[in-house]
């Protein structure tokens, strides 16, 4: 995803789904909860 780059909302009703940050932040909203990743963590 370029910088500033909106990968849209979307649901997953029947996967499960992880996100590993290689480089860079990115903020996540999950429901109710929201976070940054930060580079080299995984949610």
């Known amino acids: ?17 992880s996100m590993h940050m290689l480089e860079g932040e990115l903020d996540v909203a999950i429901g109710e909860n929201s976070f940054v990743l930060k580079p080299s963590e995984t949610r």
């Open 1 to 17: 995803m370029p910088p500033g780059g909106d990968g849209g909302l979307h649901v997953q009703a029947d996967d499960d789904e």
